[in-house]
């Protein structure tokens, strides 16, 4: 099982049950995760998200299962030259906060970004939140991503997978049904027996598992999949095979 | 034995629903749910035709499955007296319901709801009030734990179940602390790691209730929460049904 949907680091507002990256891979390997794409969370408040990057991504080489994902903000003119540090430190793709470091998707400094990840095909992740809206500290409301925005940067570049993380349910229907290159993940889709409603309505070839740890338990991603009645293949596509054909993954065996 | 002290009926083919939430349920290992009424249905404030629609529908579905439901009586506390004892005598004394539900409609600081709270002490049933500390959509006189907490205090003798523990945070968890007559259901929000160990830590895991809140939400999920917990198995045991049937008076 591959989690595309995994933080490290520090989060004002929660107390989480990692402080380590040891900690973490193991945590994670208990679960039955056998690799998941790891960002930086301090990236997120850091005026400048490479001191987060930089923190975190170096670490990762220790931890095959942990792949470096990394944090961009194309509002800071520094933009390529973290992006350029993100690759030289093995960044498998590029995650963006666009609700926390306030633009909009539809801005020309996405578009330059999202031209540099065409060219060296790698796939475009979008923080659609990180928590329930309502539930966040008062002095820190943040909206979530509008999922137009996100199809029609996604419609622009079809080329390049955009995975939309912690969609809600309408939302990542939405997103996909409107596109050909928006992918899903399952962290905050949830309705009863929520992977069997979402195959319903939308392909699996374009749901993704992600568990939002350590914000969320991981257990209640991984109990959607195991509670699931959906065909093996569909399964396999979820947990596996689609990450693994998006970003050519190769090695160990889920 | 596992019970789910809050899920609600779809008042719109609500035994073809009901049959899914069963039979998922049990899947998992469920036994029992507590249908609390599908309480937003005709919006946040519904009216006694309303109301005596909604408990229509539970007391129907709570006979179809008598072995795996256990009906909750839906009010509205901005209705006459003499309307709520009717209801409630047809529910909680006709049909033997277990509790009472409260939801949006009037806040729990409202001295309207005394007359309910002093019945649910009569007969001994507890009330599931509805809370949440949002900082966005917050309904004119919805609930959030502070209100619970004075609720209790003025009836310090009935049991109220504060739904909603992610809605209700860490805040929520501290404002019910003082009143042991209070008990949280685990519902509400996503999974948000670290609450349920919080609530363990705070309020005792006796005072703790597996709820999921399904169909909108996820049986899966929801009990991810309670297994994904670094608690003991004990306190497992007590979060996912034993502290229910005690508190339902389930043999």
Not at chain 1, 50 to 57: A, F, I
Not at chain 2, 101 to 107: D, F, S
Request: hydrophobic residues 40%; aromatic residues 8%.
């Amino acid at each position: 099982m591959i989690d595309v949907n995994v933080c490290f680091g520090h989060w004002p507002f929660q107390k989480f049950p990692y402080s380590t990256l040891r900690a973490l891979n193991e945590g994670l390997k208990k679960e039955g995760i056998s690799q998941s794409l790891v960002s930086s969370l301090d990236a997120v408040l850091y005026p400048d998200p490479d001191w987060g990057n930089e923190s975190l991504l170096p670490g990762l080489s220790f931890y095959p299962n942990l792949m470096p994902v990394g944090v961009v903000n194309p509002l800071l003119s520094n933009w390529r030259e973290t992006l350029e540090r993100c690759i030289g430190w093995e960044a498998k793709a590029i995650k963006i906060f666009p609700n926390y470091h306030s633009y909009p998707l539809s801005s020309s400094v996405v578009t330059a970004l999202i031209n540099e990840l065409a060219g060296r095909k790698m796939p475009l992740l979008v923080q659609m939140r990180l928590e329930d809206e309502r539930n966040q500290y008062p002095l820190l409301k943040v909206s979530g991503v509008e999922i137009e925005e996100v199809i029609k940067l996604a419609n622009h570049f079809p080329e390049v997978p955009v995975f939309a993380l912690c969609p809600y349910f309408e939302e990542a229907i939405d997103m996909v049904k409107n596109s050909t290159n928006i992918y899903v993940d399952i962290s905050f889709v949830e309705i009863l027996n929520t992977v069997s409603a979402l195959l319903k309505e939308i392909p699996a070839t374009r749901v993704l598992f992600g568990s939002h740890t350590p914000f969320l338990y991981t257990r209640s991603a991984i109990m959607k999949i195991k509670a699931t009645e959906i065909h093996r293949k569909d399964l396999e596509a979820i947990t596996h095979r689609n990450i693994r054909r998006l970003m050519k993954l190769e090695g160990e065996k889920p | 034995m596992i019970i789910d002290i809050h899920t609600h009926p779809c008042l719109d083919r609500p035994f073809e629903t009901m049959e899914t939430i069963i039979r998922s349920a049990k899947k998992l290992g469920i036994d029992k749910l507590c249908l609390l009424g599908d309480v937003l249905y005709f919006g946040y404030e519904p009216t006694p035709g309303q109301i005596r629609q909604i408990n229509d529908s539970t007391i129907a579905i709570v006979k179809r499955y008598p072995d795996t439901l256990i009906g909750f009586c839906f009010l509205n506390p901005a209705h006459s007296k003499e309307f709520i004892f009717e209801e409630i005598n047809r529910c909680v004394i006709g049909e033997k319901f277990k509790g009472i539900k409260l939801e949006v409609a009037v806040n729990a600081r409202d001295r309207r709801l005394d007359p309910i709270l002093e019945k649910a002490h009569e007969l001994k049933v507890p009330i599931l009030h509805h809370s949440w500390y949002k900082v966005v959509d917050k309904k004119p006189n919805e609930s959030d734990p502070s209100d619970i907490a004075d609720l209790a205090s003025r009836f310090p003798e009935v049991n109220i179940i504060m739904a909603h523990l992610s809605g209700c945070g860490i805040r929520g968890v501290l404002d019910i602390r003082p009143f042991p007559n209070v008990y949280v259901d685990t519902s509400g929000s996503q999974p948000i790691s670290g609450m349920v160990e919080y609530a363990v830590e705070k309020l005792g895991a006796e005072r703790i209730l597996f709820g999921s809140d399904v169909p909108g939400r996820d049986f899966s999920c929801q009990l991810g929460r309670i297994y994904g917990a670094k608690i003991g198995e004990k306190q497992r045991r007590l979060i996912l049904g034993t502290n229910a049937k005690r508190l339902l008076g389930i043999k």
